[in-house]
């Protein structure tokens, strides 16, 4: 455990980051695990231990060039079950530190302490503690950063991994900032890293000392203002608490090779199942369904669909979800397909959808272009199956399509 504080006490904001998420619950969960290099996923790498990460291995790397960096890792299949069970737990934790905690994905968020230090100390105390309880209640290491801002607090926590904390002080954020890469500011990835390196820019402090004009001849005139102030640490977003997602979607890596339709479809429905469950759990309806494709030259493709009315069933998505992948079977054949993604988008209250004419009938059914039936109002069986699961667990019932299949899970999708 490393840490770097000041006696600064006006950074607030603190940005909390799991390491090596997945890997560190395979490892938390296996002791056989611990200390060797640990990778997720066969087809490609959805996460690396640290000890992995040694040797080269990155996200999303293809497993066969994992395995030649590092003969001797650990290939296991992810858990997103197990996952999720962890997500949570870590969230339960930042929720009973302050009530001011915004979400970001799966294992990170920011939590905003600045009204706590008469019940709870400081924001470096209420760090300490947060990474202890985080440790010995869920048994996975977790990186702070602390500053007065969201962004410095994220680049904060990415200097201080694996397992540590770091406060930035006011007085001491240009120090701070100016030194590093141009690769750590939000909005710099590998096309815009080229463009600057390209014009002798190679440090945050670089991109200050070149001024927002020139830099937007460089990058474009709204990235170089937004990379300007960054350069100066200015970022007045607050901490946001309960904004409520425009979007859900999860993916799937389904590596490379040939892939049998039928493969495809399965993808679609183990990840449309899971999603359909997650909405309803939320309380929401979606109105736009989103089918997202990557090949083996990385390029990629969506195809959308919006249907007549708001709904949480899973048969709906589900039906929709297949007519999407049908229409995108030209591409799927000539190109290969090396990972697949649903979207439901639009999403609103389910309290607050008017409900559709006529009113009372039990049982709906509406005929799609292929000619078959599909029942609407499939809330009971949708209510039944939810509460199986949720009683009995995720795998006690199997969609019939699954069966025999490998694994189905889906990578969680950040939100839109």
């Known amino acids: 455990m490393r840490e770097r504080v000041s006696t600064d006490g006006a950074a607030s904001i603190l940005h909390a980051d799991l390491d090596s998420f997945y890997a560190s619950v395979e490892q938390r969960d296996d002791p056989r695990l611990r200390g060797r290099p640990v990778v997720v996923g066969g087809g490609v790498v959805l996460a690396a231990s640290y000890e992995a990460k040694a040797f080269g291995i990155r996200t999303p790397m293809g497993g066969s060039a994992a395995l030649r960096l590092c003969p001797h890792a650990v290939v296991v299949p992810p858990r997103f079950d197990a996952y999720t069970e962890a997500s949570r737990a870590v969230f339960d934790v930042f929720h009973d530190t302050t009530p001011l905690v915004e979400g970001i994905s799966i294992d990170e968020a920011f939590l905003d302490v600045g009204g706590l230090r008469r019940i709870s100390g400081t924001p470096v105390e209420i760090g300490r503690r947060l990474r202890h309880r985080v440790a010995a209640e869920v048994g996975l290491p977790i990186t702070v950063g602390i500053a007065r801002t969201k962004f410095l607090a994220k680049v904060a926590s990415a200097v201080a991994k694996p397992d540590g904390l770091l406060e930035v002080a006011p007085h001491a954020e240009l120090e701070f900032l100016h030194p590093l890469p141009v690769e750590r500011l939000w909005g710099v990835g590998t096309v815009t890293a080229a463009k600057l390196h390209d014009s002798g820019v190679h440090t945050v402090g670089d991109i200050a000392d070149m001024g927002h004009e020139m830099l937007g001849s460089v990058v474009g005139r709204s990235a170089g203002a937004h990379l300007y102030a960054l ?75 919006t249907l007549d009315e708001a709904t949480a069933s899973t048969q709906i998505i589900m039906v929709g979800a297949r007519r999407l992948l049908a229409d995108a079977s030209d591409l799927l054949t000539e190109r290969g397909c090396t990972l697949i993604g649903i979207s439901l988008a639009n999403l609103d209250d389910a309290d607050s959808v008017q409900l559709a004419l006529p009113f009372g009938e039990q049982e709906k059914h509406r005929e799609t272009t292929s000619g078959a039936q599909v029942t609407l109002d499939t809330s009971a069986l949708d209510a039944a199956v939810d509460g199986l699961r949720e009683r009995f667990g995720a795998g006690a019932l199997t969609r019939g399509v699954l069966l025999g299949r490998a694994d189905h899970g889906e990578v969680p999708k950040l939100p839109d």
Request: charged share 30%.
């Open 231 to 305: 350069s100066l640490a200015r970022d007045p977003r607050p901490v946001h608490v309960g904004k409520r997602r425009h979007s859900i979607g999860s993916q799937r890596a389904i590596g490379r090779g040939p892939h049998a339709m039928s493969d495809l479809e399965a993808t679609v429905v183990a990840i449309v199942d899971r999603l359909g469950r997650r909405l309803r759990h939320a309380n929401r309806v979606c109105r736009t369904l989103v089918l997202r494709l990557r090949f083996d030259d990385f390029t990629r493709a969506t195809r959308s669909h």
